[in-house]
């Protein structure tokens, strides 16, 4: 691997290290409105960078204003790219003013890009002697690297010298060029030769040497066997001008005239007051607490992002100041080892753990090893079933987990994981149950911040570590041909697991601190979601029995219905198309028969999703054709085709995985096969759940909260109105009805309820009065006299709304009544749409998210009474209802203890109502 040599010039590609930055954070605000998020990355990484290093001679290049010599060369060079944002634009500024505050040079040079900047710094260094360090994550850089030259992707911590250059591009750093003017370079606009992609950029220039070369033998391309080489040379000699363009766009400028060289690019101290100045007026809290202690730039680890600055400990992004060492990882292969680490495990406070196995499914999965980490840098990997040739000696799988289980099964030993969920199935395999499950990561950072990304260990790694981890498909490959963990080599595979457990214990030691500091989430952390984790792993591993013959069945009459749909789409279109085909599809409606389309995708052609589909349909019978096809079509290869074959062939029943930290409001949501999406209100989604049967001697019960999130909005808005309807147990949307259109509460109409309940519904999601007309075919203006009469009758929703929108802009989030937080980073968005769309969210957030704290308390007190009872299985969470699997002796007792325990699993001013209903499958009992 590339070294980096001490102190090193440093060249950042400031315009790289923006719009990077633009994108990677949210979109954050001050409490003026101005928008901060990409000024604030750039600065973190900045400032990760000048902790790292240390270096004394360092220049930031953007970018100058205006056209470049590339735009005389070519006129469409870089024309695709849409204008710059607004609110990227508004940053530039303010963050050149921070960057010279910090004490770096700033260069910017009018009709050059900040490639050929920095290229001309480089060779000028290179040239003396001197190691560089570019700071990019442009791949035509790549042009630059020397053995001097060095490339660091901070994203990714990636390094790349010559050797990494080529293992990455396949060809060496002085091929770069020519390997993009043959391929092109969508990102700029460089054309490239038609036909020719990267694996045949790649076999011409290690089979003919430079472009050049390659043109004066175009003779000899057919000879060199890649795809497509017979007609290749006839390709290039029809594009021998563009790809010679294409080069002269390509290649990096370095002898540009500068008023300075690079020995002048000294570090300097940085202007403490203007910083602090600046770091005040766009609330960079923390750092402006650094900055005032004189820690800022002297590596102390911290730092954060939210929407505000009263949320800036919501979410930290934690610099670390070194790669993480492996120097402490250690191979357990003999009994005295394992024993040794066995006594540093309970010795432990928490420890970490974690298990590789063979596959995913918990069901099936066996354990190849184990990996632990007692305290940071020092982990060990246990290896018990890798099965390559070769193998060393391993100890006994059955041995090791006889000696493991009693602290695994210890629930005063607190173990931290990644997803334990997983690892707590996968040991039930092995009659362990594991205990003591304290911490999880991925939870931690769920709580910490819903919306911030992802939660995955890689992530959180490169996130709040700032450390790149082996990732398992760079030590497995990926595709047909990837390995299973039992099948890598015990060296790869020893570091992989070490890492992984060491990786996670230190996650934790950063982010639990920060946790511990929000009381709201703290609780949810420790009352909900940790113990949550058993409950759902026992969901998923007592699944739900299919009955095959029913979707089967139901298959087949889609097929019909499907072939049927398709004749009458041809017939509306005149012609045969492909359903199927967005392109023929376009075609079709809006040059053919000429309809006006009502939105375009990003890519600038006319839209044809469901949501435009669905507004076309309105007016035009063939969109209509084309919903119900595409429709019946999700449903038969989603579920009727595909549930027969997702059946467990040693249970003979379909388990789904849950997963606790996928939405933004806390609902679970579930895959393979994601149970949330079968539909409710139409015939085919009922007959699908017909064939969720109860085994034999059993029934289905299903057990929903009622008008949950409407309850929740009572309680919140404590609306004299809505408390009164539900404490007196009256038909909400008929009461609505009621005091909407003043009439009797006996003489409501079908219709009054169904706008009166459009309306109920609508204002949780917050709905336009535009949204409100759509829904419930009306003019907007009859909307909006129907949502105003609401107000009126019920001021305390309004109120709620209104605060609601009020406390989200000041804090940057919204909070359920248990505490958990869902930040908004658009809530003081400059763009009106987002802005709104936030507002909306945040009204919503609230009731949603307690929904689903609600029904996870009840899942948690319902697996608590049912461990003392074998006969009763809770074998499903959708919404708001949970779906269990009763013997027919004790339906009464249970449906009667699942009704109690579900209604008072949180006390609202308002009843919580559970419908409970049995069959014998969902279908009948939901």
Request: proline share 5%.
């Amino acid at each position: 691997m590339a070294q980096i040599a001490e102190n090193p010039l440093i060249l950042v590609d400031g315009s790289s290290y923006l719009y990077r930055a633009y994108h990677a954070f949210p979109p954050l605000t001050n409490s003026a409105g101005e928008p901060t998020g990409a000024m604030y990355g750039v600065l973190n990484m900045l400032r990760s960078m000048l902790l790292q290093y240390k270096p004394s001679h360092v220049a930031v290049v953007f970018d100058a204003k205006g056209k470049t010599f590339r735009d005389e060369l070519f006129e469409h060079y870089k024309s695709h790219r849409p204008p710059m944002p607004d609110d990227l634009r508004a940053q530039i500024e303010p963050l050149h003013q921070m960057v010279k505050a910090m004490g770096l040079p700033l260069l910017a040079v009018s009709g050059v890009e900040a490639d050929d900047v920095i290229g001309t710094l480089a060779l000028q260094a290179d040239k003396a002697g001197r190691s560089v360090l570019i700071s990019t994550g442009d791949k035509d850089m790549a042009q630059l690297v020397t053995p001097n030259i060095t490339l660091i992707n901070t994203m990714s911590n990636s390094i790349l010298g010559p050797e990494e250059v080529n293992d990455k591009y396949g060809v060496p750093p002085e091929l770069i060029i020519d390997y993009l003017a043959l391929m092109g370079d969508a990102s700029d606009n460089i054309p490239g030769v038609p036909g020719v992609g990267e694996k045949t950029a790649q076999a011409l220039l290690q089979g003919l040497g430079k472009m050049t070369a390659l043109y004066e033998n175009l003779d000899k391309v057919a000879a060199l066997g890649f795809r497509g080489s017979k007609t290749m040379a006839a390709k290039l000699e029809q594009n021998k001008e563009l790809a010679f363009l294409s080069y002269q766009l390509a290649t990096i400028k370095t002898d540009v005239p500068l008023d300075l060289s690079y020995e002048q690019l000294n570090v300097a101290e940085p202007e403490v007051d203007s910083l602090l100045a600046l770091f005040r007026h766009y609330e960079f809290k923390r750092w402006c607490s650094d900055l005032e202690e004189g820690k800022w730039l002297q590596g102390k680890r911290g730092g954060g992002f939210t929407a505000s600055a009263s949320a800036v400990e919501a979410a930290p992004v934690v610099e670390a100041t070194s790669v993480l060492s492996a120097d402490g990882y250690v191979t357990i292969l003999d009994e005295e080892t394992f024993d040794q680490w066995l006594k540093k495990i309970a010795a432990c406070d928490v420890f970490a753990f974690d298990l590789e196995t063979d596959s995913l499914d918990t069901l099936t999965a066996t354990i190849v090893g184990i990996s632990v980490a007692v305290a940071p840098g020092e982990a060990a990997y246990l290896p018990v079933a890798h099965d390559y040739i070769d193998a060393p000696p391993q100890l006994d799988r059955d041995w090791v987990l006889s000696r493991l289980k009693p602290i695994l099964e210890d629930s005063s030993a607190s173990k931290v994981g990644q997803n334990l969920k997983y690892d707590r199935g996968v040991l039930k395999n092995y009659d362990i149950e594991l205990q003591g499950i304290k911490f999880d990561t991925m939870l931690e950072s769920y709580l910490l911040n819903s919306v911030v990304g992802k939660h995955d260990m890689d992530t959180l790694s490169a996130r709040w570590l700032n450390h790149k981890t082996v990732t398992f498909v760079e030590i497995a490959g990926k595709g047909k041909n990837q390995l299973t963990f039992n099948q890598i080599a015990l060296e790869q595979a020893a570091h992989y697991a070490a890492e992984d457990a060491d990786v996670t214990l230190q996650l934790h030691l950063k982010m639990w601190p920060e946790l511990e500091k929000q009381t709201g989430p703290l609780r949810v952390f420790n009352e909900i979601e940790m113990p949550l984790v058993p409950v759902i792993s026992r969901i998923e591993r007592n699944g739900v029995l299919i009955d095959q013959h029913i979707l089967a069945r139901h298959s087949q009459e889609l097929t019909l219905r499907l072939d049927e749909l398709e004749k009458q789409a041809h017939e509306l279109a005149g012609e045969p198309f492909n359903l199927s085909s967005t392109k023929q599809l376009q075609t079709i409606l809006f040059e053919k028969q000429g309809i006006k389309p009502t939105k375009k995708t990003p890519g600038g052609a006319p839209s044809t999703s469901e949501e435009v589909l669905a507004e076309l349909a309105l007016d035009y019978p063939l969109p209509k054709v084309i919903l119900e096809h595409r429709g019946l079509s999700k449903l038969k290869s989603t579920y009727t085709d595909k549930l027969p074959q997702m059946m467990n062939p040693f249970t003979g029943r379909v388990h789904t995985s849950y997963h606790q930290a996928v939405t933004a409001t806390g609902r679970l949501s579930s895959t393979e096969p994601n149970l949330q999406n079968i539909p409710v209100r139409n015939d085919e989604g009922r007959r699908i759940r017909q064939a969720f049967i109860a085994s034999p001697g059993c029934r289905i019960v299903a057990a929903d909260y009622s008008q949950i999130e409407l309850r929740i909005m009572a309680h919140l808005s404590q609306d004299k109105g809505l408390l009164q309807a539900f404490a007196e147990g009256e038909d909400i949307h008929r009461a609505t009805a009621a005091e909407v259109f003043g009439s009797p509460l006996d003489k409501v109409s079908g219709e009054q309820r169904r706008s009166a309940k459009a309306i109920n519904f609508g204002l949780i999601y917050g709905m336009s009065a535009f949204g409100l007309s759509r829904q419930l075919n009306i003019g907007a203006g009859e909307a909006r006299k129907y949502m105003d009469l609401y107000f009126e009758r019920y001021p305390g929703v309004l109120q709620y709304m209104e605060n609601t929108r009020k406390f989200a802009a000041e804090k940057g989030y919204v909070e359920t009544l248990d505490g958990r937080r869902l930040y908004l980073p658009d809530i003081k968005s400059s763009n009106a749409i987002r802005r709104k769309a936030a507002e909306r969210a945040a009204i919503n957030a609230p009731m949603q998210g307690t929904a689903a704290d609600i029904i996870k308390r009840a899942m948690i007190e319902v697996d608590r009474w049912l461990q003392q009872q074998p006969d009763v299985k809770m074998i499903m969470q959708v919404h708001d209802e949970l779906v269990f699997e009763v013997k027919e002796s004790l339906l009464d007792e249970a449906c009667e203890k699942i009704r109690q325990l579900m209604e008072s699993s949180m006390q609202l001013d308002v009843p919580l109502q559970v419908e409970v209903g049995i069959g014998d499958n969902w279908d009948e009992a939901h």
